[in-house]
């Protein structure tokens, strides 16, 4: 399974953006696809995930703020995020989950700054 992410970017505090993640290959009808991110000198953390079937979660900093949507169809997940601030700005990794493994995008850099 191949993921492609996209829509990252600069964007000034209070703004939003939105990230895109494509998979392609052998992708299971039932999977949790994610975003997670990682900040210059932190761990990678999860953002939001949300099963094939069943409710998002979030990282609770994002609460509010954030919203992740699939479109099963097209194998792509997205994240909505607005009210973007500098404690944001990370590198944005997209990630399908399902019974053949874990699998990873290559990262898409979202920078808040005024």
């Known amino acids: 399974v191949q993921l492609q992410a996209s829509g990252g970017g600069l964007v000034q505090p209070g703004g939003s953006l939105r990230l895109s993640c494509e998979a392609s290959?052998?992708?299971?009808?039932?999977?949790?696809m994610g975003w997670y991110r990682r900040a210059p000198g932190k761990e990678r953390e999860v953002v939001a995930i949300i099963p094939t079937h069943g409710n998002a979660d979030y990282r609770d900093s994002v609460k509010g703020r954030f919203t992740i949507s699939r479109d099963d169809t097209k194998n792509m997940v997205f994240l909505q995020m607005n009210s973007l601030n500098p404690e944001d700005s990370a590198v944005y990794y997209c990630?399908?989950?399902?019974?053949?493994?874990?699998?990873w995008g290559q990262g898409t850099l979202v920078t808040v700054s005024s």
């Open positions: 990630n399908i989950w399902q019974t053949s493994g874990s699998y």
């Open positions: 290959g052998k992708v299971y009808s039932r999977n949790v």
